[in-house]
């Protein structure tokens, strides 16, 4: 199976802040790599699909870039919906694989 | 826009087998596959597997020998039975679709049914 790692596993930040979280493949996978929100006591949401497209009705501010086998989920101005965990998922090999999840809360 | 609704219980005793249902709505099944992704208490997403319209299935390895995914294209539902189950299987269960055009991303998810696998 493919290993996704992330990092941080957790990390605090303001309204306002620019937030980076990282996911690390365990080997090439393209740009086959995407990245849910989830609230606690809900299920996960799209944020972006193919390493860098933006899912429908999901806010500019979140990006997505890609190096190699490492993935950034940037967030450029943190607004309050935004405190969450968020996951990336690998959709290259079977089985799909999910990283170990990044949470963000407040500072 | 597609819309999943799960059913089925919420408690199962250990040896016996989970049953799930997720109805979906909104969008012809023809035109995803069918998932199911299960996230145990404060722990992380593990695919279970999926279906697709013409019955094709295929499974999480670790889980393989115990789980069977269906899909009732009369009632636009697709399930998941799991047997012989521990505590080890107390999780979310989530149903989840993805677009057979796309790039297996999930985009839509059913509400999360809580299974806990107790006596």
């Known amino acids: 199976d493919i290993q996704m790692t992330q990092s941080p596993s957790s990390l605090s930040a303001s309204v306002g802040d620019r937030v980076t979280i990282t996911c690390r493949a365990s080997q090439n996978i393209n740009n086959y790599l995407n990245w849910y929100q989830q609230k606690p006591g809900k299920a996960p949401k799209l944020l972006m699909y193919?390493?860098?497209s933006l899912q429908g009705g999901v806010p500019s501010r979140f990006s997505g870039s890609r190096s190699g086998t490492a993935f950034t989920l940037t967030i450029s101005s943190l607004q309050p919906e935004d405190f969450a965990t968020y996951y990336c998922q690998q959709t290259y090999g079977t089985p799909v694989t999910f990283g170990p999840g990044t949470k963000v809360d407040i500072k | 826009q597609v819309q999943l609704q799960q059913s089925g219980p919420g408690l199962v005793k250990p040896s016996e087998t989970l049953s799930l249902t997720c109805t979906v709505s909104?969008?012809?099944?023809?035109?995803?596959?069918w998932d199911w992704i299960r996230q145990p208490p404060g722990k992380g997403l593990e695919w279970i597997g999926s279906i697709y319209y013409s019955g094709t299935a295929s499974y999480d390895p670790s889980l393989k020998s115990r789980v069977t995914i269906s899909i009732d294209k009369s009632k636009n539902q697709f399930s998941l039975m799991l047997t012989s189950v521990t505590a080890a299987d107390t999780a979310m269960y989530y149903c989840?679709?993805?677009?057979?055009?796309?790039?297996?991303?999930?985009?839509?998810w059913g509400q999360g049914t809580l299974l806990t696998v107790s006596s």
């Open positions: 909104g969008v012809s099944m023809r035109t995803y596959y």
């Open positions: 193919a390493a860098t």
């Open positions: 989840a679709s993805r677009w057979i055009g796309g790039g297996n991303q999930f985009d839509f």
